[in-house]
């Protein structure tokens, strides 16, 4: 009980300057909100404000009374008396409205989900990891922790990071097992070796801040992007790092993958690009996307080096062909506002997460035929930031905004 009571303690004092530097908070966070009279106002306050602004109740979508209860109780443990009252109260005055709906269309694969809450309360998972040991491992980002998944069994382990307010973001396992990371708000890379627990740092060099996401290619080189518009080079063998600058100002570095030919190519959140590294110069080609509001998050590759992406601003699934240099655009299911983001290539299609509608949908896009299929993630998504595919094809997601991890089986392995 007091264990619990003080982990929820320091991840409320790490919440507040976490928001305050996050890019990621979209302007969420902050400002004094009013709240409407009642029993119950004064709880909400109290209880509810220790971790970001009281504008993520005001300015969410709502819910029921159980509802708010279950997504409250992934961030904070209260009596039942309490719980009660501030459910009660959510239920009221924050009732569900009308949100961007999840559309669903069907189709010929079939998945099942497994979802978990993560041991931390209000740790956001910011990214999974899917292990090849089949384990999920998550980053929890408010937390300061790694988690360890077991799937068969749903044991978890949580590994406290060394260095206070880490921010750990993104993470990749290398082929010994070890996991590295990016510590957003703390200007390292990481690597954590499971076995003993133990973190060695490799600090960012002047002047280069918010390591984003980081992704081996197959000679075991890491490459991670960074929100101060740099990308990264890691050689483990040596510990030697190699930064260099986008050609363009301003940048916002996000989600990156590595093609069959070892080129790492990533997106550009705060423009309409998608750029390529060449991996021995570090000298980084940026390719413009014709829609000048298009904001690529995050990225898939397939197996014949075509770069798909998540247009998060527009509502589109986008391909770019690096040879033909040629763009197309695919409206999400989920329509202009469904904030698609998450992505990953699996089992011949691309699948991916349509994070505003409500409940957050997994869409799935068969490159041959053109077509989607989509389903509701039941216990609503909560944003995914990120999502793996494991060896088998199956895939590991994080659900950030309700504290969870999941594992979508895809169980008709004939497709594709
Ligand atoms: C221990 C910290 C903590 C406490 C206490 C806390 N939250 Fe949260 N809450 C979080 C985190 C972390 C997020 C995710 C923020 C993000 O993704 O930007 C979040 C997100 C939310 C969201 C958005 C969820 C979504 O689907 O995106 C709502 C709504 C919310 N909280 C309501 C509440 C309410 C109501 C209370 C009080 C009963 C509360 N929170 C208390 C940590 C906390």
Not at 251 to 278: A, C, E, H, L, M
Request: net charge positive; hydrophobic share 35%; proline share 8%.
């Amino acid at each position: 009980m007091r264990k619990a009571a003080l982990l929820t303690v320091i991840g409320a004092a790490f919440l507040w300057s976490a928001l305050g530097a996050s890019v990621q908070g979209q302007g969420r966070g902050q400002q004094a909100v009013q709240m409407p009279e009642g029993a119950g106002k004064e709880a909400v306050q109290m209880t509810c404000a220790r971790c970001h602004g009281l504008n993520m109740i005001t300015g969410s979508w709502g819910n029921t009374k159980d509802g708010w209860k279950t997504l409250f109780g992934s961030m904070v443990q209260l009596p039942n008396d309490q719980a009660e009252t501030i459910s009660t109260y959510l239920a009221m005055h924050f009732p569900t409205k009308p949100a961007p709906e999840a559309v669903i269309i069907q189709g010929p694969a079939k998945v099942s989900f497994k979802e978990w809450v993560v041991p931390s309360l209000g740790s956001r998972p910011h990214d999974p990891l899917a292990a090849a040991d089949g384990s999920i491992w998550w980053s929890g980002m408010f937390a300061n922790v790694l988690g360890r998944l077991d799937p068969k069994t749903g044991a978890m382990k949580e590994y406290p990071l060394p260095k206070a307010r880490s921010g750990p973001h993104g993470l990749v396992e290398d082929k010994t097992g070890n996991i590295w990371f990016t510590a957003n708000q703390n200007t390292y890379v990481g690597k954590l070796d499971p076995k003993t627990g133990q973190v060695v740092e490799y600090p960012l060099p002047e002047g280069v801040r918010g390591p984003h996401t980081p992704i081996f290619d197959q000679k075991g080189t890491l490459f991670f992007t960074t929100q101060s518009g740099h990308v990264g080079r890691i050689i483990p063998s040596t510990g030697e790092m190699k930064v260099s600058a986008t050609p363009s100002s301003g940048t916002y570095p996000y989600g990156i993958q590595v093609n069959s030919k070892g080129i790492p190519w990533f997106v550009d959140f705060r423009g309409n690009r998608v750029d390529s590294i060449d991996p021995v110069t570090m000298q980084i080609t940026e390719y413009t996307l014709p829609s000048a509001d298009a904001r690529p998050r995050r990225i898939a590759l397939t197996p014949d080096d075509v770069v798909w992406y998540t247009d998060f601003a527009r509502g589109y699934l986008g391909r770019f062909d690096p040879v033909t240099k040629t763009t197309r655009e695919f409206p999400s299911p989920g329509g202009r506002e469904s904030e698609p983001y998450g992505i990953a290539y699996s089992r011949g299609a691309i699948w991916y997460s349509e994070s505003s509608v409500r409940p957050n949908t997994l869409v799935r896009f068969d490159p041959k035929t053109e077509k989607f299929q989509t389903w509701i993630i039941p216990a609503g998504g909560g944003v995914v930031r990120n999502m793996m595919p494991f060896s088998n094809g199956n895939l590991a997601l994080a659900e950030s905004g309700i504290n969870r991890v999941a594992l979508v089986e895809i169980t008709n392995p004939g497709t594709n």
